[in-house]
Nanobody, 115 residues
Framework: QVQLVESGGGLVQPGGSLRLSCAAS????????MAWYRQAPGKELELVAT???????NYADSMKGRVTISRDNAKNTVYLQMNNLKPEDTAVYYC?????????WGQGTQVTVSS
């Protein structure tokens, strides 16, 4: 069974940085595309970043230039490096993958940007 476990969230001041991690089990990371989403209070789920099996990446306009998705296939882990964080980046961040016709989500990690 595929499991995704996010970590690395927390409280950070505006302008600060965080690195989120998503540890995958039950799936071989190099065979799947991975994505990070976020959901702010009262708002819809938003795609933040994607990484294909060959590590091609794509980013939401709202975070382009401030975020980097990367993967360590040996550790079966995907990362989301976020810099110059803004209060509007406050949200629960989820990692996601599709495997064998099913979509999988982690439990999410809270990121709060506030002074």
């Amino acid at each position: 069974q595929v499991q995704l476990v996010e970590s690395g969230g927390g409280l950070v001041q505006p302008g600060g940085s965080l690195r989120l991690s998503c540890a995958a089990s039950g799936v071989i990371l190099r065979l799947v595309a991975m994505a990070w989403y976020r959901q702010a209070p009262g708002k819809e789920l938003e795609l933040v970043a994607t990484s294909t099996q060959i590590a091609n990446t794509n980013y939401a306009d709202s975070m382009k230039g401030r975020v980097t998705i990367s993967r360590d296939n040996a550790k079966n882990t995907v990362y989301l490096q976020m810099n110059n964080l803004k209060p509007e980046d406050t949200a629960v961040y989820y990692c996601n993958t599709n495997w064998a016709g099913s979509r999988y989500w982690g439990q999410g990690t809270q990121v709060t940007v506030s002074s």
